[in-house]
């Protein structure tokens, strides 16, 4: 009688197991995105000053001055003050939405926030305000999140709030009901793109360029003209088409030179507010920054990642003929982002493999000095008399030597 008891007391645990397991076979663990929003109002109020924050994502680097602004991508700028290379310190942070990035005119900082361009006053470190505030001149940045498995968008009122980002979570759920919720996110996803004087310095990564009296702000397929001659009251001038895919801005003399995924496109700004097509160089897809110097334009493209190519190098293009722009020879690299020039020496930031530093002297056969593979860099200012280099949260300076590199000084930025 127990042996029989005990043998059903075991069926039936073996029978509850076996229905759990085709249960949990059903389900699975997604990641969920949920839109970050606020209203109009409070979105334009939150540009505001802080005490210093910690970094958590390092962005672009600018530099004005004796003064450095660290982007953190959608948050804001860190602000901080490097009269003193050796102990440089951080002073505040400008909360800006949205923000990617800056450029600086006399005093004035131009900052986007989402599709709007900001302007402030920093001529007092302790008195930072806003002066001006052109509304949706800029395409709006904030990336889609496709990591994510599902967006649940069902309560973003699209038309009354803005769109900051997005909160990611883990939740397990039913694999058909998963499916369904994708099916309707697809015709979302469609009808959302049916809707869609003393000048600073910034590193190669730059999507605004500041040249004499106008600001130059590029996003995936356009430049944005803005007429700055009046810095506190600037006017939007008319977009030009630019191509597709488009990263970063660089300027040489009366030339702009715009890297994209694509390739790198050449424009003229001898009228500086209609800016015109010169020529372009293709090379396929990747992620490229472009920085000029003399006859020749030096571009890294980074392979993977979504970048759409697989190998990644230094590629130098000769552009002695502006109008024909053609590959003079390209190096391997790992996992470049950007580059800078000073003189003869070059910088590229190659990911984990560090900061590297050649001798250009000759471009067709580049001399190494120096590698820092103790850092992991994400790009570069040179300036006068020492480098730049942002990475990981890490603010690094380094003075020139006639061999690449001296280490000045570190500054945690997650701190």
Known sequence: MKTSRLLLILAGFLLLNSCEKDNDSEFADYLVATPLTMSVEQFEAAVDIFPPQPLTVSGKIYAFGDRIFVNEPFKGVHLIDNRDPLAPRKTGFINIPGNVDIAVRDNYLFADSLSDLVVLDISNPDNIRPVARLKGVLQDHVPWPFE????????????????????????????????????????????????????????????????????????????????????????????????????????????????SMRGMYIFDISNPAAPAFVSEFQHGTACDPVVVD???????????????????????????????????????????????????????????????????????????????????????????????????????????????????SALTLAD
């Not at 968008?153 to 769109?163: C, F």
């Not at 909160?167 to 959302?192: H, I, Y």
């Not at 970048?307 to 391997?332: Q, R």
């Open 148 to 259: 994510a498995d599902i967006v649940e968008y069902d309560g973003w009122n699209a038309q009354d709030e803005i769109l900051v980002g997005w909160e990611m979570r883990t939740e397990r759920l039913s694999v058909s009901e998963v499916e369904g919720r994708n099916r309707g996110q697809v015709d979302f996803l469609e009808a959302a793109a049916d809707n869609a004087s003393g000048t600073g310095q910034g590193g190669s990564l730059a999507r605004f360029k500041i040249v004499e009296d106008f600001l130059y702000a590029v996003d995936s397929h356009t430049i944005n003209v803005f007429d700055i001659s009046n810095l506190e009251a600037p006017v939007a001038g008319d977009d030009v088409f630019a191509g597709f895919d488009i990263e970063t801005i660089f300027n040489r003399g009366d030339h702009l030179f715009l890297g």
């Open 294 to 408: 003399g006859d020749y334009a030096f571009v890294t493209l980074r392979g993977g990642n979504g970048c759409g190519a697989t190998e990644s190098g230094l590629f130098i293009v000769d552009i002695s003929d502006i109008h024909t722009p053609e590959l003079l020879i390209s190096y391997p690299m790992d996992e470049p982002y950007g580059l800078g020039i000073r003189g003869e020496q070059l910088f590229i930031c190659d990911g984990a493999s560090g900061l590297k530093v050649y001798d250009k002297s000759n471009v067709t056969d580049l001399q190494q000095l120096a590698v820092f593979d103790d850092v992991n860099p994400y790009d570069v200012i040179p300036l006068e008399d020492h480098l730049l280099m942002v990475g990981e949260g890490l603010l690094s300076q380094y003075r020139y030597t006639e061999a690449g590199l001296e280490f000045l």
